[in-house]
């Protein structure tokens, strides 16, 4: 009885004080008027990998609008703007079947990415050698296409540039 007494009286503080914890962000880069980005479809000037760029900037646009600090805008009436280009993509045979058939590749990704302040021309953050790869299969039970994963690199890029711009790091 004593117990379940303690239980309930730890539970009610638990529910009461709960309302008042709120997410914590760390923001060193992210100045407070910025409330809005524009993503200009990525530049693809060096690679043959067709549709790379529309793939790519969807998957930043879906990411930040599924983490919400940032609303989505154009342009024309954004606060802060992320420009993406596609430097290299690699694709590398990494095993092989015992017929000598490409059985895993690694399919890699380096961008330059800006991060801009346009309400005062100020550069946040820039990497001009950001670099992910994931590896998929062409055999098995979890076979892919390049297509395929490549859409999971794309996804994979956009959650860590989200964070990025939104935690610093």
Known sequence: MKRALV???????FATALPGCGP???????????KTLAI????????????AERTL???LIDEFVRDGTLDVADEATADSKLT???????????????????????LALVLSLTFM??????VLWQEPNFYDAVEYNTTGPNA???DEAFQRLCEDIAVKVVNRAMQGW
């Open 7 to 13: 239980f309930m009286v730890a539970a009610v503080i």
């Open 24 to 34: 914590y962000t760390f923001n060193p880069n992210l100045p407070t008027h910025i």
């Open 40 to 51: 200009p479809l990525a530049k693809n000037p060096r690679t043959f990998k067709y549709g």
């Open 57 to 59: 900037t969807d998957a």
């Open 84 to 106: 993406v280009e596609i430097v290299n993509y690699k694709k590398e045979a990494k095993a092989y079947t015992a017929g000598e058939t490409v059985q895993k590749y690694n």
């Open 117 to 122: 302040d346009l309400t005062s021309g100020q």
């Open 144 to 146: 892919e296409t390049e």
